[in-house]
């Protein structure tokens, strides 16, 4: 049964046709905007940067939010916080439950200053407007909600709840663009496919749930393997594959009549207890050894060869 499960493997990649819809709406609206506020899952912070974003925001004022810190190793984020900087990137995490507006306006409003600047010397009070942009299911809308205080942009815990753009009036001088979540074509590295999968990015309709809770099984017992051996009650952690899922099916009671592992059960909830939290506090993607900053006039060009080297890593 594991080779079985493993030869029906299939790469992952996900493009529907809102897709092309969302980067549409993104293009026809950057003209509008002072800053860009990239959000990516501090769990993954590589995966979950949309590559294309390098070149469609290239020349604003871009600030990269580390966003679901509370969910993520708080070491972990502060490593790849340092490495973002490092990079000459503008970078801060934020917490989903106890971030504030007053963490991010100020950051905001710094990347606009030349911009307010310029207009006030004419005597102009300047609207300050800024882009929220990222993956699917990265926490935008709830991002864009925290900053303004009340549920104003929807959100859900599955991809793809924003279709198009929502302003958001944040301050008399400040307002907020949420888009839709946006994916690039074809997702060339497939560990990060996965990882973007966990997390919930790409939507679980054309997943092979079994398959996805037995790669996030074995990520788990890599990454923090006590953590994962306590929580499903394995007795044999050395297991992998379809025995390793089994292992833990036994081990919280899902079973079927005659004792069979319910696996389509226990997929459904390793899936959804990672998702929430429920293992503490874990990051999936470690950060990559610091290198020097770039010059500036060479950053961006240096960003998309390095997302490129990203995207062509194999397993």
Not at 13 to 23: E, F, I, S
Not at 91 to 118: H, L, N, T, W
Request: charged share 30%; with cysteine.
């Amino acid at each position: 049964m594991n080779e079985m499960l493993r030869a029906d493997e299939k790469k992952i990649n996900w493009y529907p046709g809102h897709m092309a819809k969302a980067r549409r709406l993104l293009v026809d609206q950057l003209g509008r905007v002072d800053v860009v506020v990239e959000l990516c899952d501090a769990r993954i912070p590589r995966a979950s940067r949309n590559p294309d974003l390098n070149d469609l925001v290239k020349g604003k004022k871009r600030i990269l939010v580390l966003g679901k810190a509370d969910l993520a190793d708080e070491k972990e984020t502060r490593a790849w916080l340092s490495y973002f900087r490092s990079q000459g990137l503008s970078c801060m995490s934020f917490d989903s439950v106890r971030g504030r507006a007053k963490d991010v306006v100020p950051r905001i409003e710094r990347e606009a200053q030349e911009a307010v600047q310029r207009l006030a010397a004419r005597g102009v009070k300047k609207t300050v407007r800024v882009m929220i942009v990222g993956v699917p299911n990265v926490g935008k809308s709830t991002f864009t909600n925290k900053l303004n205080g009340s549920a104003i942009a929807r959100t859900g815990d599955r991809p793809g709840v924003t279709r198009s753009n929502q302003w958001v009036r944040i301050t008399p001088y400040l307002e907020l663009l949420d888009t839709p979540g946006l994916l690039w074509p074809k997702i060339e590295n497939q560990q990060d496919a996965r990882a973007l999968a966990f997390v919930g990015t790409i939507n679980d309709n054309i997943m092979d749930y079994q398959m996805l809770a037995i790669q996030l099984l074995e990520r788990l017992m890599e990454v923090k393997k006590d953590a994962a051996i306590a929580r499903f009650r394995l007795k044999n952690p050395e297991l992998r594959g379809l025995d390793l899922l089994e292992e833990a099916c036994r081990g919280r009671g899902w079973l079927m009549p005659g004792g069979i592992a319910d696996i389509d059960r226990g997929s459904t909830v390793i899936l959804d207890e990672f998702r929430a939290g429920k293992l503490g506090r874990l990051t999936l993607q470690k950060a990559p050894e610091k290198k020097e900053a770039p010059k500036m006039e060479e950053k961006h060009h240096e960003e998309g060869l390095e997302c490129q080297a990203d995207r062509n890593l194999g397993d």
